[in-house]
């Protein structure tokens, strides 16, 4: 197997855990195929706001400053006025 990557659970994707979860699951033979997963994927963020899927990412718990909010927002707002997608697409 693969070793462990340690590091500290994130919020801001909370949108992706189920399939995340099914994507890692233990027995091979559960986890989605690769079109299954593209065809999920592309549903849920269909179903998000462009805000929401700009939303910073960050360990749980933690909360940005004021500073990296508005670093963070004004960063955001530059790339929906020149209008570049949130999630790139090929």
């Given at each position: 197997g693969?070793?462990?990557?340690?590091?500290?659970?994130?919020?801001?994707?909370?949108?992706?855990r189920e399939l995340?979860?099914?994507m890692t699951n233990k027995t091979p033979?559960?986890?989605?195929?690769?079109?299954e997963v593209v065809v999920r994927f592309t549903a849920i963020v269909n179903g998000l706001s462009p805000w929401t899927l700009r939303s910073p990412l960050l360990p749980v718990?933690?909360?940005l400053s004021?500073?990296?909010?508005?670093?963070?927002?004004?960063?955001?707002?530059v790339y929906y006025l020149w209008r570049v997608p949130p999630i790139p697409t090929p």
């Amino acid at each position: 197997g693969y070793p462990a990557i340690n590091r500290p659970p994130m919020q801001g994707l909370e949108f992706m855990r189920e399939l995340i979860s099914d994507m890692t699951n233990k027995t091979p033979e559960n986890r989605p195929s690769m079109d299954e997963v593209v065809v999920r994927f592309t549903a849920i963020v269909n179903g998000l706001s462009p805000w929401t899927l700009r939303s910073p990412l960050l360990p749980v718990g933690d909360k940005l400053s004021l500073f990296s909010w508005l670093a963070h927002w004004t960063k955001q707002m530059v790339y929906y006025l020149w209008r570049v997608p949130p999630i790139p697409t090929p």
